[in-house]
């Protein structure tokens, strides 16, 4: 089996959810991969095959798939049809534990939302009646795409004929339920925390473990340094916020949790090819 990435996945400014489209030229590149985030694919028309940790989903007039959190995939598209398209959808925790679950609602949609975690697999009747729906989100203000994606779940929930992957969570075996309990915290602290100082001393203490254990840990499971997935996700997010905000490079340097303003401008360079000044001009142009 192929090495495992971490995908950073960063949603953006004042956003629940991250929505991008392809069409059927596109190559996402991230190869076999995992990352905390729920995520929806929905591929209208074409064939290919969705590597689920141990288990193969092949199709051959698209697909609708839901992935629960730290689920290894990776998505081989086999062959293009003329006018394929894709929708992905992503979203952490957060949206469902502290907005939803606001609302009694939603209580059920919540329940089928942690089934994802089992990976759900939508007949074609489900997914040819949303394609249009989730298509669409990308393009829609930020109320209309919201209130469209809770339509969407709601209908995802109420289908009958879908496919869980695996019986069980533990059936997962790319991962120790242990690593990926401790990979989740990593994650959850870097999201939260990401604007503040961090160390792989503070978050191995965090984790209760020493600080040598957790690089070798963190390195094993995610392909990268500690300090190297903390600032790719901040220069992420610094561009996000360069772009979706009109706060100053310096604001937004703060923000990400840099203080040496030579430093942010030099990395930001090296992470996206123009310094934080230019992105600007060409990300809000």
């Not at 996402?28 to 689920?52: M, N, R, S």
Request: hydrophobic share 40%; net charge negative; with cysteine.
């Amino acid at each position: 089996m192929q090495k495992l990435n971490y995908e950073n996945i960063v949603v953006g400014v004042n956003a629940s959810m991250k929505v991008m489209n392809y069409d059927a030229t596109h190559d996402c590149g991230v190869g076999w991969h995992l990352h905390p985030e729920y995520e929806i694919v929905l591929v209208d028309k074409g064939a290919g095959t969705f590597q689920v940790d141990t288990k193969q989903i092949n199709y051959d007039d698209g697909l609708l798939i839901f992935l629960g959190p730290d689920v290894p995939h990776v998505h081989l598209i086999e062959a293009h049809q003329p006018g394929e398209q894709m929708a992905v959808i992503q979203f952490g925790s957060d949206f469902i534990q502290r907005q939803l679950s606001t609302f009694p609602e939603f209580n059920g949609l919540i329940k089928f939302v942690e089934r994802s975690r089992r990976v759900l697999v939508f007949d074609q009747g489900v997914q040819q009646r949303l394609t249009e729906q989730f298509l669409a989100l990308e393009k829609l203000k930020p109320a209309a795409r919201l209130l469209s994606f809770l339509n969407c779940l709601s209908i995802m929930e109420a289908a009958t004929a879908t496919n869980e992957v695996f019986s069980g969570v533990n059936q997962l075996q790319s991962r120790k339920p242990i690593d990926a309990e401790r990979l989740e915290k990593v994650f959850t602290l870097v999201s939260s925390s990401y604007a503040r100082s961090l160390s792989s001393a503070s978050v191995a203490l965090e984790l209760g473990m020493t600080t040598n254990s957790f690089c070798r840990f963190f390195k094993i499971q995610t392909g990268k340094t500690f300090l190297g997935f903390l600032n790719e996700y901040r220069l992420e997010r610094a561009r996000e916020l360069l772009q979706h905000t009109d706060r100053s490079v310096q604001e937004v340097m703060y923000d990400c949790g840099y203080r040496d303003g030579p430093y942010f401008s030099r990395a930001f360079k090296r992470f996206a090819g123009m310094s934080p000044t230019e992105a600007r001009l060409v990300l809000q142009d």
